[in-house]
Nanobody, 123 residues
Framework: QVQLVESGGGLVQAGGSLRLSCAAS????????MGWFRQAPGKERDFVAG????????YYADSVKGRFTISRDNAKNTVYLQMNSLKPEDAGLYYC????????????????WGQGTQVTVSS
């Protein structure tokens, strides 16, 4: 089992920045990919960014490329999402997720999820 706890959400003005954190515990040695997803009210859960736990290769949704950066600190078992130049459409509940294989962009391939942290962007 892997447990995930997100933090760092909040209210920010458009153009501002936030950094989300996701602390992993439990059988972290089994993790292959960590991902961030977001879900706005009434919408599907969308992929935002992913990172390979070993090696650190990253990949992003086109909508956030160049503005968001995913990173990890293996020693702390923590993944971060630095969000810059935030837009109102970036608002939503942000979830951290872990996959035991290659996670990709499909939320169905991620086995473990955090409880989510809310990001609100005012225009």
């Amino acid at each position: 089992q892997v447990q995930l706890v997100e933090s760092g959400g909040g209210l920010v003005q458009a153009g501002g920045s936030l950094r989300l954190s996701c602390a992993a515990s439990g059988r972290t040695f089994t993790i292959n990919t960590m991902g961030w997803f977001r879900q706005a009210p009434g919408k599907e859960r969308d992929f935002v960014a992913g990172i390979l736990w070993s090696g650190g290769a990253t990949y992003y949704a086109d909508s956030v490329k160049g503005r968001f950066t995913i990173s990890r600190d293996n020693a702390k078992n923590t993944v971060y999402l630095q969000m810059n130049s935030l837009k109102p459409e970036d608002a939503g509940l942000y979830y951290c997720a872990a996959s035991l294989g290659y996670g990709g962009r499909n939320y169905g391939t991620y086995a473990y999820w955090g409880q989510g942290t809310q990001v609100t962007v005012s225009s």
